[in-house]
């Protein structure tokens, strides 16, 4: 069904026929008078036939209007050419596909670019991105080899333009307009880091004790000597005995006899103070120059108090735990 024949079908319907009919005695009139009557609607043959010598006679009414709505074929008259319904469609299938086109057109601009390689062919040959992967699909093992080659590419190309005999080396001058020496200024860079890494060495190795430093130089002589020792050291090794006897133990009650005398100086060289002391838990000897006063607040004698104490409480429990 054609859309004229579904709008006709639907919302069309005829107009009632107009009232023609005129009565007997008006047409009487008109005929003893001689006028003639021409109605415009009988002119143009739209009036309805009906039986106008019978008055009373029925009255024929035309199915027009039902024909009209059942026609199968449409009644409606073309003005001007006629335009088939396949051109429109083409029409609309043109336009819509020139509008993809137009898109997918600014869509592209956003894309990699796609260019050629160099090596192949450029009608047969696979195309590749600016990245160096080829277009197209392809396995990720593809895809790194391909940015692997294009990388090793760039490398090689900037080392044959950087060590080109044809290069020339950059020239820098000052605001005066005089040539700077590069070399030069590069090294006296180096100098002055070198100088700065020194000189905080010396005052990081400045704010430790000179006894760690003793110490740790001391280990390190024994790691050198280490090099050359037996791996099992026995109870007739010499170098062993004597390292034992020169450990001063506070609890040994022959340490009078087998200590040797000392000149009375520290590790550091400094002379040492020879009266007694309180102990320290640190057991740093005071200097030569102490006057035997003790002006501590007492904490180290507090400190020994309380590890005895603790000591003590120690052994009590565990000889009360034995006598049970």
Known sequence: ??????????????????????????????????????????????????????????????????????????????????????????DAIIASAAAENAARGAAEDDLPTIIPDPTTSTTTGPLKMESGAHAGLQSAAQVTAALQHRQAEGRAHFASQTHSPTTKETIYRDASGRIINVAMKRAEARRAIAAAAASEAAQHEAQKGAVQISQRETRRKELQEAKYMTFARYADDEDLNTDLKKQDRWDDPAAEFLREKKDGKSVTGKPLYKGPFKPNRYGIRPGHRWDGVDRGNGFEGKWFAARNRSKNRRELEYAWQMDE
């Open 1 to 90: 069904m054609s859309l004229s024949d579904y709008l006709a079908k639907k919302y069309l319907t005829a107009d009632p026929a107009p009232d023609n009919k005129k009565s007997k005695k008006r047409k009487r009139k008109d005929q003893e008078s001689g006028t003639v009557v021409i109605d415009d609607d009988a002119a143009l043959d739209w009036t309805p036939k009906t039986n106008d010598h019978d008055e009373d006679g029925p009255i024929t009414v035309s199915s027009s209007s039902a024909d009209f709505r059942r026609a199968k074929v449409s009644t409606w008259k073309t003005i001007g050419a006629p335009i088939p319904s396949e051109q429109v469609t083409a």
